[in-house]
């Protein structure tokens, strides 16, 4: 861990030393791949947005009123940048039916029965994500996998804490029933 964090490097690179850039994507970059691929879905599009929100930020990194952290900042503009990504394009829907039937399936990529298990459950998590809509996916990424505070997101989104609290309820419902139709099938 760094003891001069973020704050010292936004300093520096303001001061024109712009490598110092660096150290803020490097401790950045996987949380901020990890929602814009959540949001999006495709590897290849979350590089590419994470990529445009470190550009983006470092091109207002002067704006960065330090009325947040700057991960918070960071984490709302790759949102932003994700779901208008995700609006503009023609998102094909994914049928129950193209799930993988059962654990059996992972079978011959893992090394054990219980890796494949889990591997199931993980892919099925991914794939009920998938069935949600961008907001929720991106709510959903910032409170299990990014693990923050409703008060954080709030700073994120733009949503309020209890509109957030409905909205997650929501899209675990959601998420909930296309994992009960996929195991029914």
Request: charged fraction near 35%.
């Amino acid at each position: 861990m760094d003891p001069k964090g973020d704050i010292f490097y936004i300093g520096q690179v303001l001061e024109g030393k712009i490598n110092a850039f660096s150290y803020l994507v490097d401790k950045h970059k996987d949380k901020a791949y990890n929602l814009a691929f959540r949001i999006c879905g495709n590897r290849e599009e979350a590089e590419e947005i994470a990529q445009d929100a470190f550009l983006k930020a470092y091109r207002s990194l002067k704006d960065f009123k330090r009325k947040s952290s700057f991960a918070t900042w960071l984490y709302r503009i790759v949102y932003n940048t994700a779901i208008s990504l995700v609006r503009t394009r023609k998102n094909r829907v994914l049928s129950v039916e193209e799930f993988p039937v059962d654990a059996v399936d992972f079978l011959s990529f893992s090394s054990s029965e219980e890796e494949a298990v889990d591997d199931y459950r993980n892919s099925l998590i991914s794939f009920a994500l998938q069935k949600i809509s961008e907001e929720e996916r991106g709510l959903i990424t910032l409170y299990y996998y990014n693990e923050l505070d409703t008060e954080e997101i709030k700073k994120i989104t733009g949503i309020s804490r209890s509109n957030i609290k409905v909205r997650l309820f929501r899209a675990r419902q959601k998420m909930a029933e296309v994992i009960r139709k996929v195991e029914m099938k």
